[in-house]
């Protein structure tokens, strides 16, 4: 009994490690911060990808196309969306802002989980591009708040 308890731990330790809800990385911006595509921008020295979730702590800016799992800007952030391309970038989950969000002319950010929690007192949303939640159908989209 003892054998079939262990090789049944065994397997589902194994399951567990390898998948991918435990596999998410956590990519976190330096208080100094810098370009998205820049690896020096990361303390984790990788550039964020999609199935990534991300914090930037400092001044970031966004000038090639991006995709992560879900955005956490803290209250010493901020990222500036600039470019002139038509190309949506996209958070697959939340966008969860406590600091500065700027989306320039011509950009889009697509929020696809439908979920914007920001602090009306320390935010500040600069919305001269596009800024789309719940990705193409936000007749649905009843999470968003600012608290």
Not at 7 to 12: D, G, K, R, V
Request: charge should be neutral; include cysteine.
């Amino acid at each position: 009994m003892r054998i079939i308890i262990l090789i049944l731990s065994f397997y589902i330790l194994s399951i567990c490690t390898t998948s991918p809800l435990f596999s998410q990385k956590v990519c976190e911006s330096t208080q100094a911060g810098g370009k998205w595509n820049n690896p020096t921008t990361w303390i984790q020295g990788t550039v964020p990808t999609k199935d990534d979730s991300v914090i930037i702590n400092g001044y970031v800016v966004a000038d090639t196309f991006f995709e992560c799992k879900s955005l956490e800007i803290e209250k010493t952030g901020e990222l500036k969306i600039i470019r002139e391309n038509k190309l949506s970038d996209n958070i697959y989950g939340d966008l969860i802002l406590y600091g500065k969000l700027s989306i320039m002319d011509y950009t889009t950010l697509l929020v696809h989980d439908c979920f914007l929690n920001c602090n009306k007192a320390g935010h500040g949303l600069s919305n001269l591009g596009t800024l789309v939640i719940g990705g193409n159908d936000n007749a649905n989209c009843d999470k968003l708040k600012c608290k």
